[in-house]
């Protein structure tokens, strides 16, 4: 038989029974809708986090105070404080790959002013932060040069502390105090959205890193130095040079372990990815799972169809279609039916996808390939479970076929 | 051997397994059919007609002896070239019709063609519905059996049987589920066909179906016990057909 025509009679006698066809197809149906929403929704957090760890900044490198550990026993990143202003001086004089460091000086502001008063993490650091952070000003301006040398009482709002305290005006030229101390808002930087962990970033207030060490009172410490290059070829050198600079500034001996640790985007992201990747896979699995349960039923009830139709076969054979033929017709069968229930399920994917994406403000991404990989595995599925049922229709003996009742 | 034999059996027989005993079903058939010829084949249930019926469509194969079908050896053939000797030689008429339900005539009447592997062009639509129009049904081409009466159903068997112009119709009890009236006009039919040159095989156990043939064969215990002329009119030469 031709296979236009295969596929013409296929159609036909799926559609003789349209509610049952409907009835198997809705295990691929599901099967499939519930991979592409799976999956969309997995991808979409991906990209989501990509996009946040792109957010951090251009070429960044950090140094955090680094674990320590003796005897064995590590300590904990964090355990030992042992970054100065001097390590960002040192690296800032002696780094050939770094173009632009900043010291991080982390301590707690507590505002009074305009609307009220709010808590936020205060960072002092200097002016190359914005640009290693990539980090525009909405209004005003970041600090300068100048400000840092003069250790200027001013500040920078994130976002989030403006919308606090100023909600209805734009705060730059106001007065508030911070810890006591009153500052001069001078800028308000962008929307930096959240981290990948959920932090909001841009509840934080910056202030030129000399003023919060000298002019502020109360306990602070550098939580981190930032670093950036000019090209993302340079970072992994820069990684390097960035922790001799380090051991030179902190006088290790060769023996000493690193006492701080340098990474760079690229491993901050990774961590993040390979968790979502792994939620990705696992979503992807439990909806193959539903798959396979449909083409279960697909299976069944080519199983059933072979027995109802017997006779038919009978038919066929008596005026001269072999085995083969009554094997392809019933597989081209099983086929179009997981492949036509495949392309609902596309459908009923990504209306499904865009009405999650709707109702809990997710990100759901649909991607070409997975559409294609699952139209194949619903094929696939087809053929699978379509064989033992088409088989067993082609082996029949054609005088007991036609004797069936 | 007269070029114009279709059918030659030699010493056929047919034996089943059944547990521990063997049934023979067909115990040694000789004979010969000539083109042109209207036979019927008569005995009673169990007298082997039904596995000679099935032997001589080449739905079954011989556990012994020769069968030639239009000077080609067949027993032994494997089941694929069984079936295309089905689809391209014999055209089969059975009792209960055997039309596939909610297709229409048309296309119950094309389906031979559909499996016909020669590789000739064929204008399957335009074949079947020529087939259709000789068997008088010219007007229901787009009836499903379920709209149309048992002669109308056995009509359009027929006319599948007719659609790739085989050189044999083989007919189960092809009026065994029709009344009588309807019975003369499908052995009118048959009659018709055959004085078109057609060779006709009729299985029967009702006398007058058999006596509308020419030649009727009466099998018992799975023998011929005696094959004898009608001695109806219209003689047929060997290979020439008359209307």
């Not at chain 1, 036509?340 to 009405?355: D, R």
């Not at chain 2, 049934?23 to 000679?52: C, H, N, P, R, W």
């Not at chain 2, 499903?144 to 006319?159: D, F, K, M, N, Y």
Request: charge should be negative; glycine fraction near 10%; include cysteine.
């Amino acid at each position: 038989m031709r296979s236009g025509t295969l596929i013409r009679v296929a159609v036909k006698s799926i559609l003789k029974n349209k509610m049952r066809t409907l009835l198997t197809m809705l295990g691929i149906i599901i099967g499939v809708g519930a991979v592409i929403v799976m999956v969309a929704i997995g991808l979409g957090a991906q990209s989501q986090i990509e996009k946040q760890i792109q957010n951090l900044g251009t070429n960044m490198l950090v140094v955090t105070p680094g674990s320590s550990s003796s005897g064995g026993v590590s300590h904990g990143a964090g355990s030992l404080n042992r970054l100065t202003l001097d390590d960002a001086e040192a690296i800032e004089r002696e780094s050939l790959l770094v173009s632009a460091v900043s010291p991080v000086i982390m301590t707690f502001g507590h505002l009074v002013g305009g609307t009220g008063n709010w808590r936020a993490p205060c960072y002092g650091v200097n002016t190359d932060y914005q640009y290693i952070r990539d980090w525009p000003v909405a209004s005003g301006r970041f600090f300068d040069e100048a400000d840092i040398r003069a250790m200027r009482k001013v500040v920078v709002l994130g976002k989030t502390v403006a919308d606090q305290l100023f909600p209805d005006t734009d705060p730059v030229g106001l007065r508030v105090q911070l810890r006591h101390v009153p500052v001069q808002i001078i800028g308000v930087l962008a929307e930096k959205g959240q981290t990948a962990d959920g932090n909001d970033q841009d509840d934080v207030v910056f202030a030129p890193y000399t003023t919060v060490k000298n002019r502020l009172s109360g306990r602070s410490f550098i939580a981190q130095i930032l670093a950036s290059t000019s090209s993302p070829d340079d970072i992994p050198a820069a990684q390097e040079e960035l922790a001799l600079i380090m051991r030179d500034s902190h006088e290790l001996a060769a023996w000493e372990e690193d006492d701080f640790t340098v990474r760079n985007q690229t491993e901050l992201a990774e961590a993040a990815e390979s968790t979502t990747e792994v939620m990705t896979l696992l979503l992807a699995a439990i909806a193959g799972i539903s798959l396979l349960v449909g083409g279960i039923g697909i299976m069944n009830i080519m199983l059933v169809s072979v027995t109802e139709r017997t006779r038919e076969i009978g038919i066929r054979m008596a005026i001269g279609a072999r085995g083969r033929d009554v094997l392809t017709q019933f597989l081209v069968e099983s086929i179009v039916m997981s492949i036509l229930g495949g392309a609902i399920g596309i459908g009923v994917g990504f209306a499904g996808a865009s009405i999650i994406g709707r109702f809990t403000g997710w990100a759901t991404t649909i991607s070409p390939e997975t559409v294609i990989v699952a139209l194949v595995f619903s094929a696939a599925v087809g053929i699978f479970f379509g064989y033992y049922p088409a088989r067993k229709a082609a082996a029949l003996d054609p005088i007991e076929a036609l004797r069936y009742e | 051997m007269d070029n114009g034999t279709v059918i030659r059996t030699e010493g056929i027989t047919r034996h089943y397994r059944l547990g521990t005993t063997t049934v023979k079903a067909l115990a040694g058939i000789d004979f010969s059919v000539v083109k042109g010829e209207m036979i019927a084949i008569m005995g009673a249930s169990g007298s082997g007609k039904s596995t000679l019926m099935n032997i001589l469509g080449c739905l079954d194969s011989p556990t012994s002896g020769t069968y030639e079908l239009e000077g080609i050896r067949v027993d032994g053939m494997s089941r694929d070239q069984l079936a295309d000797i089905r689809n391209r030689k014999i055209g089969f008429v059975f009792q209960v019709f055997n039309l596939l339900a909610r297709t229409s005539a048309l296309e119950n009447v094309e389906l031979p063609l559909l499996y016909d592997r020669s590789g000739r062009k064929l204008d399957s639509r335009k074949l079947a519905a020529e087939a259709l129009e000789r068997v008088g049904l010219a007007d229901r081409m787009d009836h499903e059996p379920s709209e149309l009466s048992g002669g109308q159903q056995q009509r359009v068997a027929i006319a599948r049987a007719l659609v790739s112009q085989p050189p044999i119709i083989l007919a189960d009890e092809p009026t065994g589920n029709l009344d009588s009236g309807t019975t003369l006009e499908i052995l009118d039919l048959f009659k018709d066909l055959n004085n078109q040159g057609i060779t006709v095989l009729l299985v029967t156990h009702e006398q007058e179906v058999a006596a509308v043939t020419r030649r009727v064969i009466k099998l018992r215990d799975g023998r011929i016990v005696s094959d004898s002329p009608t001695g109806n009119s219209q003689p047929l030469v060997a290979g020439r057909a008359c209307s």
